[in-house]
């Protein structure tokens, strides 16, 4: 409890409409019964301060024992806590690795979607240079789903930052007068 009003202060402070809840490792006790019960707690308490709490499948491969791994576990999760301020955090590098199909889940799962997150598999560098997914088709599909929202970039550039900044273009990532399109 600590922790998430911690969290709400920084968001306040921060002005942070967001917050990412962890739902823990299998080998440190984390289970379904327990997370349900925190994100309840988490999302009314947000609430009144008008921020989402979202959830996000992580892969086991970077991080092993990870207790959300799906995102059909996290819609299970989100419908049992039903609380209208918790969303999905839908990572494209996660869903790929652990359960492939990252169109079709986007287009299952994109209504739940708060934010997206990219990188490049297998070794979540820069989106779309390693060829394994055409991240200019997920960005379309994630456009025509009607995702308005911000794409984190939350990936290791392989060679420096500045080095993998021409990515966006490659990808059909093109710069407007008001910012990324």
């Excluded at 991080?63 to 609380?83: H, S, W």
């Excluded at 690795?97 to 997206?116: N, W």
């Excluded at 990188?119 to 200019?136: K, N, Q, T």
Aim: with cysteine; glycine share 12%; proline share 6%.
């Amino acid at each position: 409890a600590s922790a998430v009003d911690l969290a709400l202060t920084y968001a306040d402070a921060l002005g942070c409409p967001r917050l990412h809840a962890m739902a823990g490792l299998t080998d440190h006790g984390a289970t379904r019964e327990t997370y349900v019960a925190n994100l309840r707690t988490a999302a009314a308490w947000a609430a009144d301060q008008g921020v989402d709490i979202l959830i996000e499948p992580i892969n086991t491969r970077d991080m092993p024992g990870y207790f959300l791994t799906g995102a059909e576990d996290a819609a299970d999760v989100i419908q049992e806590v039903g609380a209208p301020n918790l969303g999905l955090q839908f990572d494209i590098y996660h869903r790929h690795l652990m359960q492939g199909d990252v169109t079709a889940a986007l287009a299952k799962f994109g209504p739940l979607a708060r934010h997206i997150q990219c990188a490049d598999p297998p070794d979540r560098g820069e989106p779309g240079v390693s060829g394994e997914l055409d991240y200019a088709a997920l960005f379309r599909a994630v456009d025509a789903m009607g995702y308005r929202g911000w794409i984190g970039c939350e990936y290791k550039p392989r060679a420096g930052t500045e080095a993998g900044l021409d990515w966006p273009a490659a990808c059909g990532v093109t710069l407007a007068p008001s910012g990324l399109t």
